[in-house]
């Protein structure tokens, strides 16, 4: 299982060969197992697993009233992600803690290593980079991740690295180390000028800051909030990138408000989507148009109205919960709240601060992306979400009095 987690964090940075392979030695995990027949008994009480079994069943019921059966098929193809990952996490025999903080450092130190090769990348040349971010494109990661996902990994990242510090079996130089490769994503999200990335790290230090003050850690928590304000305003006054950021942003939105040509503004194409996907969700509020149809039913609204765009431009809604509305309606928001937010329920949860930064991190991201349509973006999440929720509801049920016969 060690293996396969190496393979999935290597994976996800740099070779979709090596998240492929990744659930191949999951199950060579499961079963070397030498208690798996009563480790499977027991799986069926974990709701992290059962929630995510609730996904894909509700994904196999829409197909009695779905249309795009090309879409559907392969949209259940990729669904095996939500059932493969979580249960290899159930049934395969538990990491130790040495192993987990091998594989977290992994990530951290991994994704540190990308960052800062994707911003020795833009120094040599800042003035086509900069040129680029002024129409709302980004810098491309070295290695080719797609730039949200990149964002998110990046300040995901930034935490685990600073919660890992603090374990005590952590040593003096892997302290400084991981010290370092937080800095460095820092920095590489502030001179890169990634918005998502961005907005996810201010955000997770904010929830910080209000945790800090409500367990009146006064000091701490104001000077962290000072810290927060000050931050994106020395950005913006140091560093150019940031400035491009910030007019493209306005000037992007701007175009929209003011009902200008906005077919070479992304995010003002976004604002677009936004508006198109509420038409849709008032009209199939509660089962939605069925998750293999929600980009059709985009096409569709978008020929009753499309903001100027040309087709090419039409895009898909960048918002999980409303793309999660649109495909599954009410239905479909419940059953993708259950899985993101149900796990802290538990107080073991709420008191595990990597679990909660990962609801919180991706609670955040998926406000301004549709994270789950992509596949970097599903397998970030179905592979933090086994690593982290399922493995802790897996120790809990193996923590309590065995059930009855």
Sequence with gaps: ?????????????????????????????????????????????????????????????????????????HELFRSLTWLGVPLAFTLAVPLSGRQRRAVGALFVLSTAAVALATLVKYLLD????????????????????????????LAQAFFWGLLLRREQQVGPLGRAVLLAAAAVIVLTLHVLAYRTGLLVLYAGLLAYAIRLLLRKHVAFGVGL??????????????????????????????????????????LARRLAAVETAASIIRRNWLVGVGPADAYAAMLDEYRWKNFGLRPANWVNVHNQYLSALVGGGLVGLAIWLSILFWPLRHRSARRNPYIVLFILTQATVMMVADMLSLQIGLNLFVFGYGFLVVAAETNRLRAAPKLPD
């Design 126 to 153: 800042p003035v086509s980079a900069d040129a680029a971010i002024n129409v709302g494109h980004n810098v491309q990661a070295i290695t080719g991740v797609f730039h949200i996902a990149f964002g998110t990994m």
């Design 1 to 73: 299982m060690w293996l396969a987690c190496g393979a999935g964090v290597a994976g996800l940075l740099a070779s979709r060969a090596l998240i492929a392979l990744s659930p191949v030695v999951g199950v060579l995990a499961v079963l070397a197992n030498p208690q798996l027949r009563q480790t499977a008994a027991r799986c069926w009480h974990n709701g992290a697993l059962l929630r995510a079994v609730a996904l894909v069943a509700f994904l196999l019921l829409s197909g009695l009233y779905t249309s795009e059966w090309a879409v559907w098929r």
């Design 225 to 266: 909030l000072v810290l927060l304000a000050l931050g994106p305003w020395v950005a913006f006054q140091t560093l150019h990138s940031v400035q491009r950021r910030v007019e493209s942003t306005s000037w992007d939105i701007k175009q929209y408000v003011q009902g200008n040509d906005i077919n070479d503004y992304s």
